[in-house]
Each structure stands twice: as structure tokens, then as C-alpha cells.
Nanobody, 128 residues
């Protein structure tokens, strides 16, 4: 059974940093893309960042480029989201997700419906 467990959320002041973790278990994720999404109150869930497990290629939403960094630790089967220069607009529940991809095939990383597995989310609150 696939499980994605997020951690690392919390309350931080504007300008501060947080590192989110997503521990993945239940299968080998070498043929997966891992994504981070977020959902603020009253808004739709939106793409934040993604990483291809094999090779480590990364992709970001425009609004986080230069502030957030996605990475993975193969040995720990964990994906991270380092978030710097946080502002109140970053306040949301952050979700980790996994999408099976085919090596050399086409895939879509930004759509929520493309992902097969989701974590329960972790709350990030940025105070001004």
C-alpha cells in the first residue's frame, strides 16, 4: 500500500524558511514523478514543484522560482521542499503527490488529476 506522509509544516514569519518532507513507502518510486501542490482556503489546489525520481529533473511554478527548491533522497525515499523567503501568500496546506511515468514518454506534471497518490497534507502558515 502506497503511503505519502508529509511533515515539516508550521508557523513562520514573513521572510522565514521551512523545509517540508514527504516520506514515500509501499513501492519503489524510481518510475515516478513526485510533486508538491498547495491549497489555500477558498482556492483550488495548485502546482508548486515536481521532481523526476530518476535523474532528478525539477520543475517549478513561476511564483516559487528562486525561492523554493525540490529535492529527493533516494536512500530515505523522501522528497523535500525547501521554502525560503516565505510571504503570507504562501499560506496553504501543502500536499505531496506521486505520479507513475513512463521513461521516455510524455507526462504532465502540473495537473492534479495526473497524480496517482496523495499525502494528507501539512499546514504552512506565514505571518506578516
Amino acid at each position: 500500500q502506497v503511503q505519502l506522509v508529509e511533515s515539516g509544516g508550521g508557523l513562520v514569519q514573513a521572510g522565514g524558511s521551512l523545509r517540508l518532507s514527504c516520506a514515500a513507502s509501499g513501492r519503489t518510486f524510481s518510475n515516478y514523478a513526485m510533486g508538491w501542490f498547495r491549497q489555500a482556503p477558498g482556492k483550488e489546489r495548485e502546482f508548486v514543484a515536481a521532481i523526476i525520481w530518476i535523474g532528478g529533473s525539477t520543475y517549478y511554478a513561476d511564483f516559487v522560482k528562486g525561492r523554493f527548491t525540490i529535492s529527493r533522497d533516494n536512500a530515505k525515499a523522501t522528497v523535500y521542499l525547501q521554502m525560503n523567503s516565505l510571504n503570507p501568500e504562501d499560506t496553504a496546506v501543502y500536499y505531496c503527490a506521486a505520479q507513475r511515468i513512463v521513461a521516455g514518454g510524455a507526462y504532465e506534471l502540473r495537473g492534479i488529476h495526473e497524480y496517482d497518490y496523495w499525502g494528507q497534507g501539512t499546514q504552512v502558515t506565514v505571518s506578516s
